[in-house]
């Protein structure tokens, strides 16, 4: 092969990228969704996706048909926000949250949790179940929010697949329950629907990320396994609203392989458990 | 094939399974204190367990070792391991970035997507390396290093442990060299000058 023959993939790959900020900023003009700040490689791989579900042989086709047929976004927005959740993931993280927060948060008369990126539900309702084992769940409000409407309906419904719940039920256990995860659903026709008095403690809502502000305080925002979604100045901004959001010494968890470190906000923050990815805000923070 | 010079590798990348580790065991305690490219590495490994490869590889080669951390610049002459249960990629700067979307080929970390993610990246500037394991993770990729103008290598099936994901690679790719590890260990140590 000829060094100096650029391959003709390359040229495509740059296309791509062309393609891809136009997208998105068609995406954020037409529809007010703001992918714009997302980390780009996965991006274009959930825009290969759509591209394959929705039968459009270019980005540049794929965004002529989200601008002019209405019908079509809500399909790519389902595949830009692809749930990627499961009850009590990283059993270690809701271990230490029994271990090292909630004895904190039994000193307080009421809770107000924030679960962003809620995504279709399962972080929060493992939120709901931990602080129900903790006997706090009836003095706290657990914000769930999320961008997609159509997650946050599945969310509200609280109804997942049967053959998911034999992991749920070994992480559950595994972060250290008292109960077993059976006591908080119902099941019949393959499926498991969770209990109305955890959705009781629960208020699914609209936000993001990208471009909302802050809408409560809180004593504690778990956010994890969306930070490494965003790109580094999207992700400064979002803890930033949580660093706003957070109450004196109240706690932030985020996802185990994220990180504070490259963000401006980190002083704000102690560490509370490094392996869990655990910190606390500051007092005057 | 005859390689003419390698002085243009920015980046490697490594996939393999079953068998890998052994090939790995080969290769990178081989790679000399200044080695001029980064290295990343993708191992199917079973999920929810801490991977103790980076610190048993670190303790064993003479350049950096570490598992890979989401947004952190990538530094040329260090290894970069993919964690358990994440997908690694890389994104222009270049950086590091981690995803947990769903598996690919039923793997996370999937090779495809290392691969493919440094293609975009490092173009023809990118070596890949599909080593010993039990599924075809990986020749989609390896064909995406070959498009973006990359260098593409194979471990030869007789001397992988389980040879199946060099076979898928072969079959799918045209692939620059087939070689035993021994052979691919010299011709990392041919980009160091």
Not at chain 1, 24 to 53: C, G, N, T, W
Request: glycine share 6%; with cysteine; proline share 5%.
């Amino acid at each position: 092969m000829d060094a100096e023959i650029e391959p003709a993939a390359n040229a495509r790959t740059r296309s791509f990228a062309i393609e891809q900020q136009l997208l998105l900023e068609a995406v954020y003009q037409r529809y007010h969704y703001d992918f714009r700040a997302y980390a780009p490689a996965s991006i274009k791989r959930r825009l290969q996706a759509a591209m394959d579900r929705l039968g459009c042989g270019t980005l540049s086709l794929l965004q002529d048909r989200v601008l002019h047929d209405e019908t079509a976004f809500p399909s790519l927005l389902d595949i830009l926000t692809v749930p990627v959740s499961e009850m009590f993931r990283d059993p270690g993280y809701f271990r230490a949250l029994r271990e090292r927060v909630v004895p904190v948060l039994k000193t307080y008369p009421s809770l107000k949790v924030w679960v962003a990126g809620c995504s279709t539900g399962e972080e929060a309702y493992s939120l709901a179940i931990l602080l129900r084992e903790a006997e706090l769940l009836d003095r706290t409000l657990i914000y769930a929010t999320d961008i997609n409407p159509h997650w946050l309906e599945v969310a509200r419904a609280g109804v997942y697949d049967l053959d998911r719940i034999a992991h749920f039920t070994d992480n559950h256990r595994k972060s250290g329950a008292s109960r077993s995860l059976s006591e908080y659903y119902t099941a019949a026709y393959g499926r498991a629907a969770f209990d109305r008095s955890l959705k009781q403690s629960i208020v699914f809502s609209d936000h993001s990320l990208a471009t909302d502000g802050v809408f409560a305080e809180v004593e504690l925002v778990s956010c994890r396994n969306v930070l490494i979604y965003f790109k580094h100045d999207l992700q400064s901004r979002v803890i930033g609203l949580f660093r706003e959001a957070l109450c004196r010494k109240g706690f932030l968890g985020i996802g185990a392989k994220e990180s504070l470190r490259f963000s401006a906000q980190e002083p704000a923050f102690t560490e509370v458990s490094r392996e869990h990815r655990l910190f606390q805000k500051k007092d005057g923070a | 094939m005859q390689i003419e010079s390698l002085a243009h590798i920015e980046a490697i990348v490594i996939g393999g399974s079953a068998g890998a580790v052994e090939a790995l065991n080969g290769l990178l305690p081989t790679l000399p204190s200044g080695f001029p490219a980064a290295v990343f590495v993708v191992l199917h490994l079973p999920r929810e367990r801490p991977s103790m490869l980076a610190e048993i590889f670190a303790a064993k080669c003479a350049v950096p070792v570490e598992e890979a951390e989401d947004k952190r610049p990538v530094r040329r002459g260090t290894v970069y391991f993919a964690p358990p249960d994440y997908h690694l990629l890389l994104e222009e700067g270049p950086s590091l970035a981690l995803s947990v979307d769903d598996p690919v080929n039923l793997s996370r970390p999937s090779i495809d997507v290392l691969f493919e993610s440094a293609a975009d990246v490092y173009g023809r500037s990118l070596m890949g390396i599909i080593l010993s394991g039990g599924s075809a993770d990986g020749a989609a990729g390896l064909t995406a290093v070959r498009s973006a103008g990359g260098l593409t290598v194979v471990q030869e099936p007789s001397s992988a442990a389980v040879p199946l994901m060099t076979t898928s690679a072969i079959e799918r790719c045209s692939v620059d060299c087939v070689l035993p590890f021994d052979e691919i260990a010299a011709l990392l140590r041919r980009i160091h000058k």
